[in-house]
Nanobody
């Protein structure tokens, strides 16, 4: 079992910044990609950003230029830097890890961290 612990969410005014962190822990696994998703009530969870082990990144069009994903492979930690926050960025942000343990691949999700942007 891989556990994910997220931190960094909160209430911020529009135009402000936040930095989310997600640390993965467990035994005997390797990580392929790490990413962030977000979800608002009544809507499907959507991809925000993802980063591979080699550092290749992909972003949702709505966040390009404002969000930056990065990872520390030694710490099994992924970060999401968020700038120029907009009210429409308000959501629960979930960390995702796609990895492998032995011959088995897995997807693990964090419990989510709330980001609220006030106008």
């Amino acid at each position: 079992q891989v556990q994910l612990v997220e931190s960094g969410g909160g209430l911020v005014q529009a135009g402000g910044s936040l930095r989310l962190s997600c640390a993965a822990s467990g035994i005997g696994f390797s990580i392929n990609s790490m990413g962030w998703y977000r979800q608002t009530p009544g809507k499907q969870r959507e991809l925000v950003a993802v980063i591979t082990g080699g550092g290749i990144t992909n972003y949702a069009d709505s966040v390009k230029g404002r969000f930056t994903i990065s990872r520390d492979n030694a710490k099994n930690t992924v970060y999401l830097g968020i700038n120029s926050l907009k009210p429409e960025d308000t959501a629960v942000y979930y960390c995702n890890v796609n990895g492998r343990r032995g011959w088995t691949t897995f997807d693990s999700w964090g419990p989510g961290t709330q980001v609220t942007v006030s106008s």
